[in-house]
């Protein structure tokens, strides 16, 4: 009988070492050894899956790799492809003239009766406008988008105007879609800064309402309309925005408002993108920059609005914001100025967030929140006035923000609560607080001014 250790031959004797006599493998032999193994196995079962089932080869490519820096070549060849697929989308739009041949189709098949001024059309003469209208209009006429605009009437019918407009809209879509998409350097669907840039600086000529703008100001207006795009739509600073969410905001509907020749003063006042919007802006920031170098200190910042922000704010500014050599150049004050204008809305309060919370937490506890009241009641005595005491302010901040966590105070907690600009204002400037506290007694006054108006 043979053992595991030895072999005997004919003769008997034993032909085989101990395996303690025998050889020992380096390690370099033992790895060699076991990637032969593992190619060997490999092999084979990737040869019995290609031969089990071939489904995997109809994958499609799914990606794609984008060309080096230095491979000039395909660079232009993808630029160049790129601006014919744009051109090929751009020519399936519905074009002005087809646009009004839809227009009056719609019209010679309304369906009797009118809702005042309003023309109908009911879903059978809906599908025949959509055979003569042509292929590039196919896709309006389903049901789908029938239903969409279906309220409530009586003959199951919809608005020609509604229909008209949900067309025009996207049209409207599809063609900023393009535009912007010509400026998207990496054609990857985003637009950085620069690009957003060029896009709004080719746009100015087409805008009446900025013909009044001298050419010197156009690098400081470009500044202004790219900086809102970014402070909203960028909230992580990666530096770039998904087109898609430039066409879902409303930022570029303002934008365009400009083209209204006859665009009302107050509109002009409230849209951010408006030549005396820019112009106050710009001239706030002049003002304040007693020094004349073009960059703000916080004791000139200090000036800002009514004055009254406190100092411990205005260091936590300072800290948490770029600066240069302890001074805050337009591009970081517009920052600054976007998030105390707007300070409802949850980029705004993200900003002033991070700010309030000193130590980095990602919440606010009663030590912050008394970190930043101090320089209030301070203020308050400068001017005269007794100080408030924090142990009331602090019950009523947790009393209108209502935290999970009744100990703390999370930027989702503020958000939520809807009162995320009056606990900001109480804790950073002392005109707001003011405003907080003296609120009955303001409402009372509003009501009496009322009374005297209705009395005359």
């Not at 060309?67 to 601006?83: I, Y």
């Not at 800064?193 to 080719?202: A, Q, R, T, V």
């Not at 509907?253 to 009302?264: G, H, V, W």
């Amino acid at each position: 009988r043979r053992s595991a250790d030895a072999r005997v031959d004919r003769s008997g004797a034993d032909s085989t070492p101990p395996l303690s006599e025998w050889p020992k493998k380096s390690e370099q032999e033992l790895k060699d050894e076991e990637m032969e193994l593992f190619t060997k196995y490999y092999v084979e079962w990737k040869g019995g899956r290609k031969s089990g089932s071939t489904s995997y080869t109809n994958i499609p490519r799914f990606y794609y790799r984008l060309p080096a820096e230095d491979e000039v070549l395909l660079q232009k060849l993808r630029e160049e492809s790129r601006a014919v697929f744009l051109q090929r989308k751009s020519r399936e739009l519905l074009d002005n003239e087809e646009l009004q041949n839809l227009w009056f189709l719609l019209d010679k098949h309304q369906t009797s009766p009118m809702i005042g001024e309003e023309a109908m059309i009911n879903y059978e003469n809906f599908l025949k406008v959509g055979e003569k209208a042509g292929p590039k209009c196919k896709q309006f006429f389903t049901a789908k988008i029938f239903a969409k605009l279906l309220h409530n009437d009586p003959y199951g019918r919809i608005s020609i105007m509604q229909f008209f407009n949900y067309v025009m809209r996207k049209v409207w879509l599809h063609q900023t879609r393009i535009g912007l998409s010509l400026y998207d350097v990496a054609g990857q669907g985003y637009l950085r800064e620069s690009d957003l840039e060029n896009y709004i600086l080719e746009l100015i000529p087409t805008l009446p309402q900025l013909d009044g703008l001298e050419k010197s100001f156009y690098s400081f207006y470009v500044c202004t309309a790219v900086r809102k795009f970014f402070f909203f739509l960028d909230p992580l600073r990666t530096g770039k925005i998904k087109i898609q969410d430039i066409l879902a905001c409303s930022f570029l509907d303002d934008l365009l408002e400009l083209r209204d020749e006859e665009l009302s003063k107050e509109s002009q006042e409230t849209n951010w993108f408006s030549a005396p919007s820019a112009l106050r802006v710009y001239g706030q920031y002049l003002n304040l920059d007693k020094d004349h170098n073009g960059m703000l200190s916080k004791e000139e910042l200090s000036r800002y609005g009514t004055g009254t922000l406190t100092n411990i704010f205005l260091d936590r500014v300072f800290q948490e914001c770029l600066t240069y050599d302890g001074e805050m150049d337009y591009k970081t004050y517009l920052d600054f100025v976007l998030a105390l204008e707007n300070r409802k809305e949850p980029a705004a309060l993200q900003y002033i967030f991070k700010l309030l919370d000193i130590e980095n937490k990602g919440y606010l506890n009663v030590f912050s929140l008394n970190y930043f009241f101090r320089a209030i009641q301070e203020q308050m005595k400068i001017h005269g006035q007794e100080p408030v005491s924090f142990q009331d302010v602090k019950d009523e901040i947790f009393d209108m923000v209502k935290p999970k966590d009744p100990y703390k105070i999370s930027l989702q907690d503020l958000i939520n609560s809807s009162q995320g600009d009056t606990v900001t204002s109480i804790l950073i400037d002392l005109n707001g607080f003011w405003t907080y506290e003296n609120r009955e007694v303001l409402v009372a006054s509003d009501n009496d001014n009322t009374g005297d108006v209705d009395d005359t």
